[in-house]
C-alpha cells in the first residue's frame, strides 16, 4: 500500500462547479496535511494546510481532515479554468527520527468552460 | 527574494555522461530537498538536507546518484553515468520549517538522457 493516495483521476468538471479531490494516508501517526498545486510544466506549489479534524476554508479552497478515517481531501468551489492543474496531497510521515513530506501521485484537474 | 534558484533548466546528454544538476536555496532556509518527478512515480524525495548535512538519502535510486551540499546557499545532485531511465524533471525545494511542511520549488530541470 501506498503511503500516500488519491483518486487517480482525472477530473473533469464544469465552470462554477465544486471539485472535490480526495487523499488517504497509511501513517496513523501522520499530524500535518497540505495540498500543493502544480500547474502543467510548472513547479509544485502550497495551497492549503491543515493539522486538526474537521474544515479549513481559505477562499474558494476547503480542506477536510478526517484523522479516524485516514481521509483529506479538498473542495474547490465555484471551479474556474485556471484552476485546471495537478493537485498533489502530501502527508508528513516519520521514519524513527524524523519526519519527511511524502507526496501523493495527483489528480488532474480540468475545469472546462 | 529571488526564491529557489535552480540550473540548467534543460538538460540533454547521452548514456554513460556525468550529469551536475545544481540548487540555491533561499536565504535563511535550513531545510533543501532534492525531488525527482516522472509520470510513473510521480514526486519522489530523493535526499533532504539540515543545515548542509544529510538527514535522509533512502529515496537515492542508487550509487549513481550523489548529492552535496558544501555550503547554506549552494547544492548538487550528480549523476555518474546517466542512463535513459534517469531522464525526469529534478526539483529542488527549501524550508524553514524542520519536516519541512512548507516547501517552496525551484522551477525544476529537465533532464533528457538519450
Known amino acids: 500500500q501506498k503511503e500516500v493516495e488519491q483518486n487517480s483521476g482525472p477530473l473533469s468538471v464544469p465552470e462554477g462547479a465544486i471539485a472535490s479531490l480526495n487523499c488517504t494516508y497509511s501513517?496513523?501517526?501522520?499530524?500535518?496535511f497540505f495540498w500543493y498545486r502544480q500547474y502543467s510544466g510548472k513547479s509544485p506549489e502550497l495551497i492549503m494546510s491543515i493539522y486538526s479534524n474537521g474544515d479549513k476554508e481559505d477562499g474558494r479552497f476547503t480542506a477536510q481532515l478526517n484523522k479516524a478515517s485516514q481521509y483529506v481531501s479538498l473542495l474547490i468551489r465555484d471551479s474556474q479554468p485556471s484552476d485546471s492543474a495537478t493537485y498533489l496531497c502530501a502527508v508528513i510521515t516519520w521514519g524513527t527520527s524524523y519526519g519527511k513530506l511524502t507526496f501523493g501521485q495527483g489528480t488532474i484537474l480540468t475545469v472546462h468552460p | 527574494d529571488a526564491g529557489v534558484i535552480q540550473s540548467p533548466r534543460h538538460e540533454v546528454t547521452e548514456m554513460g555522461q556525468e550529469v551536475t544538476l545544481r540548487c540555491k536555496p533561499i536565504s535563511g532556509h535550513d531545510y533543501l530537498f532534492w525531488y525527482r518527478q516522472t509520470m510513473m512515480r510521480g514526486l519522489e524525495l530523493l535526499i533532504y538536507f539540515n543545515n548542509n548535512v544529510p538527514i535522509d538519502d533512502s529515496g537515492m535510486p542508487e550509487d549513481r546518484f550523489s548529492a552535496k551540499m558544501p555550503n547554506a546557499s549552494f547544492s548538487t545532485l550528480k549523476i555518474q553515468p546517466s542512463e535513459p531511465r534517469d531522464s525526469a524533471v529534478y526539483f529542488c525545494a527549501s524550508s524553514p520549517d524542520p519536516q519541512g511542511e512548507t516547501q517552496y520549488f525551484g522551477p525544476g530541470t529537465r533532464l533528457l538522457v538519450l
Open positions: 501513517d496513523r501517526g501522520s499530524q500535518s
